[in-house]
């Protein structure tokens, strides 16, 4: 079974804080994806890496940053928390080639900036 | 960024009913997915569809890709309680480095 795994469920932060987000699969995939989860606007892609120590912005990189410095692992990082990225965040992981659609997703943190 | 179209936003059926959602797009995609989020976690793919035309079938859930490749569909026959849940479309382009296009959702809920 694919497993990808974030390091929280829940989070709150303060305003101008530096957030980490932790994804992890053990899947041995190429492909990672962070999205946000907004009620009434759906998945938008904010970054994604096709290989380790690679990076492509998605539809709405800005305020956000990643790192990938292992296969396993796809870290989003906001460098200062707004209270507009209040929202659910959702990992998730694919392999390249054939079934390469087939995105397995992690179950999302809910990140809260006050 | 593109977007797929959903609508309505949310839907309220009796259970043992049959619901339909349809998605669509101003643009042709190769490959259509349908992916179900169930509350508190994260998607999980439902059904992959790969040529116009394509009917797939999982238990009670039926999908198709359209002919134009502009649209699809997706149906569940005989509604229960915990197909509850948020039922999103998405859409690939050839050579788009497995990054997919999603619609916004729709929101089912089932009342017993």
């Known amino acids: 079974d694919v497993k990808v795994t974030q390091s929280s ?8 804080e530096k957030v980490f987000l932790e994804c992890v ?53 906001l460098e200062s928390a707004s209270t507009n990225q209040t929202s659910m965040y959702l990992c ?15 179950p999302g943190t809910r990140l809260l900036v006050l | 960024g593109q ?10 059926i009796q259970e043992g009913e049959d619901v339909s959602m349809n998605c669509t797009s101003s643009s042709i995609f190769n490959t259509w997915l349908w992916y179900k989020q169930d ?10 569809l790969y040529k116009a035309g394509e ?10 890709f359209g002919i134009t490749r502009k649209d699809s ?6 509604s229960i309680p915990s197909d509850v849940g948020i ?15 999603f619609g916004k959702g729709i929101t089912l809920s089932v009342r017993p």
């Open chain 1, 9 to 16: 469920r829940y989070l709150v932060k303060r305003t101008g």
């Open chain 1, 25 to 77: 699969q053990d899947m041995d995939h190429e492909n990672m994806f962070w999205y946000r989860q907004d009620p009434g606007l759906g998945l938008r892609l904010i970054y994604f890496s096709y290989d380790v120590k690679m990076k492509e912005k998605g539809d709405i990189p800005e305020g956000y940053s990643v790192s990938r410095e292992k296969k396993e692992r796809f870290s989003l990082i």
């Open chain 1, 92 to 106: 998730a992981s694919s392999v390249q080639g054939p079934s390469a659609e087939t995105q397995y997703f992690g």
């Open chain 2, 3 to 12: 977007q797929l179209n959903q609508s309505p936003q949310s839907m309220f």
């Open chain 2, 39 to 48: 509350p508190g976690e994260g998607p999980v793919l439902l059904i992959a």
């Open chain 2, 55 to 64: 009917l797939t079938s999982n238990g009670r859930l039926t999908a198709q």
């Open chain 2, 73 to 78: 569909f997706l149906n569940i026959s005989a």
């Open chain 2, 87 to 101: 039922y999103f479309c998405a859409g690939l382009h050839t050579g788009a480095n497995s990054k997919l296009t």
